[in-house]
């Protein structure tokens, strides 16, 4: 069984800035992707930012320019610096895990994510 634990969301002021981490354990072969998601209060669950195995990234366009994500393929985590945050960017963040195997199960890629943070920011 994989688990995501994440850490690093909290109340800020607009500007200011967050780091969040996630760190990705079980017996984990590799992760294709991993990256962040975000839920705000009556929307859906959308893409922040995500990073392949070779370091290949897709932020979503409201937060290039002031996120930047990165991971560390031998540890199975991935980070989220956020600058420049604005209330708009309050939402739970999610990380995710895409593209997992397993030693358990090696011919499934599995996807997983974590439980949630809370990232506020006020105005």
């Known amino acids: 069984q994989v688990q995501l634990v994440e850490s690093g969301g ?5 500007g200011g800035s967050l780091r969040l981490s996630c760190a990705a354990s079980g ?6 992707v991993m990256g ?18 070779t370091g290949t990234t897709n932020y979503a366009d409201s937060v290039k320019g002031r996120f930047t994500i990165s991971r560390d393929n031998a540890k199975n985590t991935v980070t989220l610096q956020m600058n420049s945050l604005k209330p708009e960017d309050t ?19 599995g996807a997983y994510w974590g439980q949630g943070t809370q990232v506020t920011v006020s105005s």
């Open 10 to 14: 909290g109340l800020v002021q607009a």
């Open 27 to 32: 017996s984990i072969l590799s992760i294709n």
């Open 36 to 53: 962040w998601y975000r839920q705000g209060p009556g929307t859906q669950r959308d893409l922040v930012a995500v990073i392949g195995s």
């Open 91 to 109: 939402a739970v963040y999610y990380c995710a895990a895409l593209g997992v195997v397993t030693k358990a199960n090696p011919a499934n890629l």
